[in-house]
């Protein structure tokens, strides 16, 4: 599959919507909206990152249908990558390639990451792409409705 990152598009909302609102994937990814289904608070936190001179959010093409998003976001000592591909896609190689596009697309560095600690899948990607455990973390997980443990990941340098 090809892989390549372009800006949002208003016509991919719908789409990011429905895939950040599957509740087998919220699970997943454990520290998501404290209301993934509710399209109104969607719009306005995609309204809101969109307009920030901040956040680098790009849509995920693979063979140009439009499979997720991966972005940077947060303070300059504390730039943290996220990542979301739609459920159907998983297993399937597009997050790693499509966080491997947004860093070479982004040159600060240090990058900071999260994942729940049992998303073996995203933990995965980022040791894939470069990032190492710096610790642990206990959260409160909105899609899970419990404290959950994250592992805390940590990138230097250029892949």
């Not at 699970?27 to 001179?53: C, G, K, L, V, Y």
């Not at 697309?105 to 990058?111: A, I, T, Y």
Request: with cysteine; aromatic share 8%; charged share 25%.
């Amino acid at each position: 599959m090809h892989v390549v990152l372009r800006e949002v598009r208003d016509g991919d909302l719908p789409l990011l919507f429905a895939f950040m609102s599957d509740p087998a994937a919220t699970r997943m990814a454990a520290f998501t909206s404290a209301e993934p289904a509710n399209r109104a608070m969607f719009d306005a936190h995609w309204q809101r990152i969109r307009a920030s001179d901040t956040v680098v959010i790009r849509t995920v093409l693979a063979d140009g249908v439009v499979v997720g998003t991966a972005g940077v976001y947060g303070p300059p000592a504390e730039r943290e990558v996220t990542y979301w591909i739609d459920r159907a896609h998983w297993g399937r190689g597009l997050a790693t390639a499509a966080l491997r596009a947004l860093l070479e697309s982004v040159p600060e560095r240090p990058l900071l990451a999260r994942a729940a600690a049992d998303n073996a899948g995203s933990v995965r990607v980022l040791q894939k792409c470069g990032f190492t455990v710096t610790g642990r973390d206990r959260g409160y997980a909105e899609a899970r409705g419990e404290e959950t443990d994250e592992l805390l990941f940590r990138l230097d340098a250029r892949p």
